[in-house]
């Protein structure tokens, strides 16, 4: 008798471990394609704020607070002088300062203006809405999403957008 893919058993292992990775993949490109070529917001966000989506990244990234050059940096997976020219044109913009750190005066900290946590808000807002197929869901399907959700996310519960908006105009 054949085992199906992703049920487990002493013959089946392999088969199990095949089923289970294809399994993994089919879901995984059901999400980026959820998330990234059907419900993509970045178009939105950029068109909403008159920036890039990488600049309204940095200001989502800015939300929690100051960041060195080098963490933001490394929060919007750019290089130094690309962060650099970022940061110059969102302090042009009046949405950002930038100074020098307390501790050490050769690092540049970068923070929100009023102005700047204001457009992060509304990023976050646009980025924060979930897109109809996810409203549409009953509510024990939405109570599982959740939960599957937050457990890949490793954190038990998935960040409410309200909680994240709220930590923008505290910063």
């Not at 307390?102 to 102005?115: E, F, K, N, Q, S």
């Not at 309200?162 to 505290?170: I, Y």
């Amino acid at each position: 008798m054949k085992t199906r893919p992703g049920t487990a058993d002493s013959a089946g292992t392999a088969d199990s471990a095949a089923g289970r990775a294809e399994a993994a993949a089919r879901v995984w490109r059901g999400m980026r394609t959820l998330v990234l070529d059907l419900h993509d917001r970045r178009r939105e966000v950029g068109e909403a704020l008159g920036l890039s989506f990488v600049r309204a990244k940095a200001l989502r990234s800015l939300a929690a607070g100051p960041l060195t050059m080098r963490q933001l940096a490394e929060r919007l997976a750019t290089d130094a002088p690309y962060t650099t020219v970022v940061v110059d044109d969102l302090q042009r913009r009046g949405l950002v300062r930038r100074g020098a750190h307390a501790g050490d005066r050769r690092l540049r900290i970068v923070t929100l203006t009023l102005a700047g946590a204001d457009a992060a808000e509304v990023a976050e807002r646009i980025l924060g809405r979930p897109p109809e197929p996810v409203l549409d869901l009953d509510d024990a399907d939405l109570a599982a999403l959740d939960r599957i959700v937050a457990k890949l996310l490793g954190t038990g519960r998935v960040p409410d957008s309200a909680v994240v908006a709220a930590s923008v105009r505290h910063a």
